[in-house]
């Protein structure tokens, strides 16, 4: 399968037994059955869905955003703020290209006029 479902299924089996999780327990902690997890870490399918991989993260202490993106997920919150809000597309589009420095600059910038608006 894709290279990008290998490279997750190697990350999330070098952390699972760096912390010491045998793929039945972790299989049974995040709900998954453990053939299913195997053939996730084997990149042979695609990763779970976005909940899914945002459990394994906490789990093995990842952050679960990276995560989420390494799975070629998008997490379950964004799609309703995407849909409310129609300048989010652009927003997104705007910052293409950035660094991550700059990034994360424009994200502290929206939490400070967000608390200056209440």
Do not use: C
Request: aromatic residues 4%; proline residues 7%.
């Amino acid at each position: 399968m894709a290279g990008k479902h290998a490279a997750f299924g190697r990350l999330l089996r070098e952390k699972r037994v760096e912390k010491g999780f045998s793929l039945r327990k972790f299989a049974e902690l995040v709900g998954v059955s453990p053939t299913y997890l195997s053939q996730v870490e084997q990149g042979n399918v695609q990763p779970p869905t976005a909940d899914r991989v945002k459990r394994m993260a906490e789990l093995l202490g990842e952050n679960p955003d990276e995560w989420i993106a390494l799975a070629g997920r998008v997490p379950d919150d964004l799609p309703p703020i995407i849909q409310k809000h129609t300048e989010v597309p652009d927003l997104l589009r705007a910052v293409k290209g950035l660094t991550a420095k700059q990034i994360r600059k424009l994200r502290e910038d929206a939490e400070r006029m967000k608390k200056e608006g209440k």
